[in-house]
């Protein structure tokens, strides 16, 4: 018989994007993988792998799974799911298509301990629950998985070393924050590269040697779930992704147009059922999205979450 659960889920605390870093000593700062973020539920050797939004991915990722197993207490884990280059770079698109096309270092980076043996440590001060997992990682040695390393202080400094990098950001904690499962402003996430989360709403027709499709049209939520159309995503596609996307999309072919705002496109409509992340230069004063590149789908995200990321004040 299995040992009994314990806990088999907890709602990922979120970081809030900011527009500028800074230096202040009561707070860490993190790389930001460009990967999936994951929490391992560990029941004495029996490991639950999941996405942020309760996706279980044991089967997605096996190896990672063999070096949890090796751990026979009762832990949580929070962290990120990255597949990085031989420069030590994360590729979205490599760990998206990691099953299939294996390529990289595959590594879970594990950046905050939530639970451990019969404690909940979602009170302590974040410094206390970080230097405990480093402890125990350490002491465990596993294969695979890594302890997310940060400094104090130095967040200017820092985000121009992610910068000349080609990183995607950095994230800032406060030091003595607590566990919340919600967006904070204990922890924010500055970013060198504009990304954006969005619902996939029709495609148009390929041109050119193009197939299968033109470019996606593309949208997000507003609060009042509505489906506001932000750009159309003409870039970052190969021969397999335009396949593979089309395969995806075909199925979810409808008649009307799913967008609120009803862009004047002649165009494909599909349900708003897929979420991808896109890469772009700024935004334009009609809010939409100049020079769109598609990153990668996100199985990890619900559509009606996916709303305009726009800086917050610290």
């Given at each position: ?16 994007l900011i527009k500028q870093p800074f230096d202040d000593e009561n707070w860490i700062f993190e790389i930001k993988f460009d990967g ?37 207490s009762q832990v949580i884990f929070d962290g990120e799911l990255v597949v990085l280059d031989t420069k030590g770079k994360s590729h ?10 294996p390529k990289g270092a595959l590594y879970y980076y594990v950046f905050d301990l939530l639970y451990k043996d019969g404690k909940d ?194």
């Open positions: 018989m299995p040992p009994r659960k314990v806990l088999n889920f907890i709602s990922p605390m979120l970081a809030t999936y973020r994951a929490l391992a539920f560990i029941n004495h050797k029996h490991v639950q792998l999941k996405s942020r939004n309760n996706q279980l991915w044991n089967t997605k990722f096996p190896s990672i799974i063999a070096s949890l197993e090796k751990i026979d979205f698109q490599w760990i998206q298509n990691y099953q299939k096309e440590l979602r009170e302590l001060p974040l410094i206390e629950r970080k230097a405990l997992l480093e402890k125990y990682l350490k002491k465990l040695a596993l294969p695979q998985v890594r302890f997310s390393q940060h400094l104090f202080g130095k967040g200017k400094a820092f985000f121009k070393q992610a910068a000349k990098a080609h990183l995607e950001g950095i994230i800032g904690k406060r030091a003595l924050s607590t566990y919340q499962s919600r967006r904070s402003l204990d922890w924010v996430k500055i970013k060198n590269i504009l990304r954006q989360e969005v619902v996939i709403g029709g495609f148009t027709k390929p041109r050119g040697s193009r197939t299968k499709f033109g470019a996606l049209l593309v949208g997000v939520y507003n609060n009042q779930e509505e489906l506001n159309f932000i750009g159309r995503v003409g870039g970052g596609f190969d021969t397999a992704v335009l396949e593979e996307m089309y395969h995806k999309l075909k199925p979810l072919i409808q008649k009307n147009n799913p967008f609120k705002n009803h862009p004047k496109i002649s165009a494909t409509w599909v349900k708003p059922q897929l979420v991808c992340e896109v890469s772009f230069t700024e935004w334009t004063q009609n809010n939409n999205m100049r020079h769109p590149i598609f990153q990668g789908l996100r199985t990890d995200k619900r559509p009606k979450d996916v709303k305009k990321e726009t800086p917050k004040r610290r």
